[in-house]
Nanobody, 121 residues
């Protein structure tokens, strides 16, 4: 099982970006998917999560600006980021709770490789 994130880049403050993260491999099922971020010198923090039924949760710092969504057919989670601020600069990681049928139906957290988002002032 692999998670492949894409969509990061450099954007000016006030701009928008859309991150994508596709899960692939021996996937039996996916429950919660989400995005986390880690800024330089800081700990990784939750950005937003979404359950398989579409229930979402997000950090207060991004409420009203970021929207998480998913496509259960494509096994992909998205993060639409708007009104970006310099403090949103970080490496963004996708995460998913996946059952892997090739590992005796092992269920656990999988992480993508991270994609860098840089917001200039």
């Amino acid at each position: 099982v692999q998670l492949q994130a894409s969509g990061g880049g450099l954007v000016q403050a006030g701009g928008s970006l859309r991150l994508s993260c596709a899960a692939s491999g021996s996937i039996f099922s996916i429950r919660t998917m989400g995005w986390y971020r880690q800024a330089p010198g800081k700990q990784r923090e939750l950005v937003a999560t979404i359950t398989s039924s579409g229930r979402t949760n997000s950090a207060d710092s991004v409420k009203g600006r970021f929207t998480i969504s998913r496509d259960n057919v494509k096994n992909t989670v998205y993060l639409q980021m708007s009104s970006l601020k310099p403090e949103d600069t970080a490496v963004y990681y996708c995460n998913a709770d996946i059952t892997d049928y090739s590992r005796h139906y092992y269920s656990g957290d999988y992480w993508g490789q991270g994609t860098l988002v840089t917001v200039s002032s």
